[in-house]
């Protein structure tokens, strides 16, 4: 058994040789690299505000091994019936397996099989160890550095973990995910210009704005009204969800159930989340509709609420809706709906 190389680039990988003779005295061929590929995702990801949970879940050297891969270089065929039996209805790529799958499979049993000793014996050696114990090093080093984020969400987030008060803590189940090698979860996109976010961010300082309805799939939107929240509740001490009411329509992001508005919860915020209905808002913010009608039915046929939002921002022109005054706030791109009092 040998260390065949090891990766000079951040020491993301290390190949093992571990071939050994079989119970007839035939050679087993077993060569494996190990992977980091993924912890590297959950990293980027915390730093983007998502997954800070996840990411500060780790606390012992064994807790990285779930973003631990294993990829097949050559192995036997008796040690390769282990490998399919592993990934039968998994979704895995070719030749890879998470780790603890991989250690799983590879069990000592009361035989000892050549394959499974000459593993077990892999797992010691200081090469192993030393790459396990750099990747944990800087697992805690990008910790550190993530608590210096000035990012108001992850701020909150880190503050929830560290009183035991994250809204996770209260899981059976910690929500990890493990991330296959070399795949990237895409990110939702913003789906409007900058300049629509200006307006936004300008529009919900309003005093007379207290609560928001949303109709869009748009995820930055969905953060800015959580940041106007968390703001709100700083500067008055009062609960999210008397300070700033968000709810939203929750059928999910760039058309993917796992792109699903994250729990606002996770970052002491409070929101609503509808795949039916819509809550109140005095505004309500209506982009991209793709289902349910217009606002100018809900308000003129069916009267939506009692009390009707004091604004509708839309991308829809409907020239006027009865009870409101229209403003332009983009030509043919943004309008503005202001309720007019009677």
């Known amino acids: 058994m040998e260390i065949a190389t090891q990766s000079e ?15 007839r005295g035939e050679t087993l061929s077993f060569r494996i690299s190990l992977h980091f590929d993924a912890i590297t995702l959950l990293i980027s990801d915390a730093f983007l505000g998502d997954r800070v949970y996840e990411f500060f879940s780790i606390r012992r050297r064994g807790d990285i091994k779930r973003y631990l891969w294993v990829r097949m270089v050559e192995i036997a065929e008796r040690i390769r019936e282990r490998y399919r039996y592993a990934r039968e209805d998994m979704d895995w790529p070719e030749d890879e397996c998470p780790y603890p799958a991989w250690d799983d499979a590879l069990f000592l049993t009361w035989d000892e099989q050549p394959e499974e000793c000459a593993w077990h014996r892999a797992k010691v050696l200081p090469a192993f160890k030393d790459f396990i114990d750099h990747w944990f090093a800087h697992v805690r080093q990008s910790q550190e550095a993530l608590r210096q984020s000035e990012n108001i969400f992850i701020r909150k987030e880190i503050q929830l973990i560290d009183s035991g008060r994250h809204d996770y803590e209260y ?24 300049w629509f976010y200006e307006e936004l961010i300008r529009i919900l300082s309003w005093a007379d704005i207290g609560s928001v309805a949303c109709r869009s799939a748009d995820f930055r939107t969905f953060r800015l009204l959580c940041m106007e929240q968390l703001k709100r509740c700083a500067i008055t001490g009062g609960t999210p ?3 700033f009411s968000i709810s939203v329509l929750d059928l999910s992001v760039n058309g993917t159930a796992d792109n699903r508005f994250p729990r606002a919860s996770r970052w002491g915020g409070y929101a609503c989340y509808f795949q039916e209905g819509l809550g109140h808002g005095d505004l309500f ?17 069916y009267w939506w609420y009692a009390d009707l939002p004091y604004y509708i921002m839309t991308d829809e022109d409907f020239g006027q809706i009865k009870g409101y005054r229209q403003k332009i706030l983009a030509d043919g791109l943004l309008l503005l709906y202001k309720k007019v009092s009677k």
């Open 171 to 194: 899981e059976t189940m910690p929500p990890f995910m493990l991330t296959p090698t070399g795949f990237l979860r895409k990110k939702a996109e913003d789906q409007y210009p900058e």
């Open 285 to 301: 913010i209506d982009m991209n509709r793709r289902v349910g009608y217009p606002a100018k039915i809900l308000v003129e046929q």
């Open 241 to 243: 969800k008397d300070v």
């Open 9 to 23: 680039q951040d020491k993301l990988s290390i190949e093992l040789d571990l071939t050994c003779l079989g119970d």
